[in-house]
């Protein structure tokens, strides 16, 4: 039987610990597994493997989701299952990202989130439109969706910058249009921000783009 506690301790760095500490803010216990490395032992346990609890680690969630994504027709409800336990943006974007799930329960799944109270339900469901769906004939109405969202959260709002500046580099008219009309100032100027730090668009497109700030 895998010991996954006896890995994470053998594998832990106080010192990563201690510099996580200063980006992630989560209730969980950090140890400092780098993130190959739990990447490379995922492939070898379940998620079943990890306990789903209170006292559950940040490694152990990223464990449990990096595990996930090698179980194909299976990775929503593994999603589902850890999604209460997701409660930073590191978790968030590494689980959602190591996870292929374009089908149309994904679909419904992550829009439904976006219209959730919570913080990162909320990013979970745009991240998640992200990596499965920004290239597709659906993106007219995601975009619709993201003017409904509520959250007013700074990951929230984070999120839907890095969508913009994600599009930006797959369809740069409609990107450029979705930020000209985005009425909040933070969202705007940092989804411009986070393009011109992109080597995917060109220098006109940047001083396209950096004219729409506010």
């Excluded at 990202?97 to 994904?106: G, H, P, R, T, V």
């Excluded at 969508?163 to 000209?180: G, H, W």
Aim: hydrophobic fraction near 40%; glycine fraction near 2%.
């Amino acid at each position: 039987m895998i010991d996954i506690k006896k890995f994470i301790k053998e594998n832990a760095d106080s010192g990563y610990a201690d510099f996580n500490r200063k980006f992630i803010f989560s209730k969980y216990k950090i140890d400092g597994v780098r993130i190959p490395t739990l990447k490379k032992f995922a492939k070898n346990i379940e998620p079943e493997y990890i306990d789903l609890n209170e006292n559950i680690t940040h490694e152990e969630i990223l464990l449990y989701g990096f595990s996930a994504a090698h179980f194909d027709g299976e990775q929503l409800e593994y999603l589902s299952n850890i999604l209460p336990y997701i409660d930073n943006w590191a978790t968030c974007d590494s689980i959602v990202q190591a996870m292929k799930i374009n089908s149309e329960d994904a679909y419904k799944f992550f829009t439904n989130l976006l219209f959730d109270s919570r913080e990162f339900y909320v990013r979970v469901g745009i991240v998640g439109l992200m990596r499965n769906f920004i290239k597709t004939d659906k993106i007219e109405e995601i975009l619709k969706n993201f003017s409904k969202i509520k959250s007013d959260a700074y990951y929230v709002k984070m999120a839907l910058a890095w969508f913009y500046a994600e599009l930006a580099t797959v369809n740069f008219d409609l990107a450029k249009k979705q930020i000209s009309a985005t009425k909040d100032a933070f969202i705007r100027n940092k989804s411009i921000s986070k393009s011109c730090e992109s080597y995917r668009l060109n220098i006109e497109q940047k001083a396209q783009l950096k004219q729409l700030k506010v």
